[in-house]
Each structure stands twice: as structure tokens, then as C-alpha cells.
Nanobody
Framework: QVHLVESGGGLVQAGGSLKLSCAAS????????MSWYRQAPGTDRELVASISNGGRITYADSVRDRFTVSRDNTKNTMYLQMNNLEPEDTAVYYC?????????????WGQGTQVTVSS
């Protein structure tokens, strides 16, 4: 079992910045891809950014050039630096992880952290 703990959400004014963290813990696993998703009320959950074990990065068009995803493999932690935040970025942000144990892939979701951007 892998446990994910997200932190860093909060309330910020438009144009401000926040940094989210997602720390993974557990035993006998390796991490493949880590991703951030978000879900605003009444909408589907959408991919924000993704980073593979090899460092390949993907961004949603709406956040490209404003958000930066990174990971520290020594700490099993992923980060999302969010700059120039817009009210449209308001959502619950979820960490998503693909872990590998004994050649089997497992998917895990974090509990989510609220990001609210005021205009």
C-alpha cells in the first residue's frame, strides 16, 4: 500500500503563487509516473501536469508557462509550483501516482488539497 499526503493548498489572490507537495510513503515499491489533477465544482477531473520517472513532463495547455512540476526521487515527493494564478485555477488538486511492486502497476490517489484564487 502506498500513502499519499498532499500539502500547500490555500487561498491566494489572482497573480499570486502557491507550491503544492505530494509525498508518497509505503514499502517495497518504486514510482513510475506522478501527476497532478484538478477538479472544479461541476467539472470533470483534468490532468494538470505529469512527470515520469525518467523526467518526461507533460502540461495542460491552460497551465503551461505558469506551472512547473518537479520531483525529488530521494524523498518520493512531487511538487507543483503555480505562478500567476488565475481564478480559473480554483479547484481541488489531487496527486496521482503509478507505483510498481513485483512487476505489477498500482494506481493511487491523494486526498486532495483545495486551491482557491480570488479575483
Amino acid at each position: 500500500q502506498v500513502h499519499l499526503v498532499e500539502s500547500g493548498g490555500g487561498l491566494v489572490q489572482a497573480g499570486g503563487s502557491l507550491k503544492l507537495s505530494c509525498a508518497a510513503s509505503g514499502s517495497a515499491f518504486s514510482i513510475d509516473t506522478m501527476s497532478w489533477y484538478r477538479q472544479a465544482p461541476g467539472t470533470d477531473r483534468e490532468l494538470v501536469a505529469s512527470i515520469s520517472n525518467g523526467g518526461r513532463i507533460t502540461y495542460a495547455d491552460s497551465v503551461r508557462d505558469r506551472f512547473t512540476v518537479s520531483r525529488d526521487n530521494t524523498k518520493n515527493t512531487m511538487y507543483l509550483q503555480m505562478n500567476n494564478l488565475e481564478p480559473e485555477d480554483t479547484a481541488v488538486y489531487y496527486c496521482y501516482l503509478i507505483a510498481i511492486r513485483s512487476a505489477t502497476r498500482y494506481n493511487y490517489w491523494g486526498q486532495g488539497t483545495q486551491v482557491t484564487v480570488s479575483s
